[in-house]
């Protein structure tokens, strides 16, 4: 990554950590990369904790004055009233979260989240004045055929076509092929690069310039310290949306230091 775009260095924990557990890692994490001298400046780190561990990170947050931001990894797309078991942008919101995770594939595969109801999602949490993580990528099919860079920019166009430049220009898209995701086999740092190309040229046509050198692309899928550098040099990847290697706070904070390193020597 060679640009003005800050880096994002993001945790999806997925159903992974209690309250206890998730304030001992955030702490741990606040440590080391205190020890460590990070500049925040240069990488935003994120987590995105379960629901139930939200309030415990933010008051920890809130009390160290930490430089952690974090988020929520799904949203109702109503606002309030008879929807069991559902949390609204505006309870997330109140929690301090700058982030929401939206459409990522393990939802979208055990949920009942088609792409119009990912379009809604997008809305609440923008309107809630946070920030959607869109998750977009192909199956291991779409890849067999050929079609992975048409797949992800479709999805894209898909849930983005109806926002304004200015909600466009809040997105962060996280590129995920799904044979990526938990299987130890991660993109290449050129396709990574490719189709976060093909996403960010897909936003200059709709959006413009502005939305299209804004926007971060960020590549998720199997990521760990050893391919991270590979993967962060590439001048269309701003970042990381790290599912197994977020769980271990070394391999995290080590991720987020090669991140900083990286895009700070490319720029030099
Ligand atoms: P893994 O890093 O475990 O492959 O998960 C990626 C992911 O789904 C992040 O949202």
Not at 139 to 159: H, P
Request: glycine share 8%; hydrophobic share 45%; proline share 2%.
């Amino acid at each position: 990554m060679v640009s003005a775009r800050i880096p994002l260095v993001a945790g999806n924990w997925k159903m992974n950590f209690d309250h206890l557990e998730a304030v001992y890692f955030v702490q741990k994490l606040a440590w080391l990369l205190r020890d460590a001298h990070f500049d925040f400046r240069k990488c935003e780190v994120a987590l995105m904790p379960a629901f139930t561990a939200l309030r415990s990170v933010q008051v920890l947050v809130e009390a160290d004055k930490l430089k952690i931001h974090y988020g929520a990894q799904a949203v109702s797309v109503t606002s309030q009233g008879a929807f069991t078991g559902d949390v609204s942008a505006d309870m997330i919101a109140r929690l301090g979260c700058r982030y929401v995770i939206v459409g990522h594939s393990e939802r979208r595969k055990y949920h009942p989240e088609d792409d119009a109801n990912i379009v809604d999602q997008v809305r609440a949490v923008l309107a809630a004045g946070m920030q959607p993580i869109l998750c977009v990528g192909e199956s291991f099919e779409e890849r067999r055929q050929g079609i992975e860079l048409e797949f992800a920019v479709g999805q894209v166009r898909d849930v983005t076509r109806d926002l304004s430049d200015e909600e466009a220009g809040k997105l962060v898209i996280a590129y995920e092929p799904v044979w990526a995701i938990g299987t130890g086999m991660v993109a290449t740092g050129q396709s990574a690069q490719d189709a976060a190309h093909a996403i960010r040229m897909s936003l200059r046509t709709t959006f413009g310039r502005n939305v299209c050198d804004s926007v971060r692309i960020l590549y998720g899928g199997s990521v760990t310290s050893r391919n991270a550098v590979e993967l962060i040099t590439e001048p269309d990847v701003d970042g990381f949306l790290i599912g197994g290697a977020a769980l271990d706070v070394n391999e995290l904070s080590t991720i987020a230091r090669l991140t900083v390193k990286t895009t700070s020597d490319a720029a030099k």
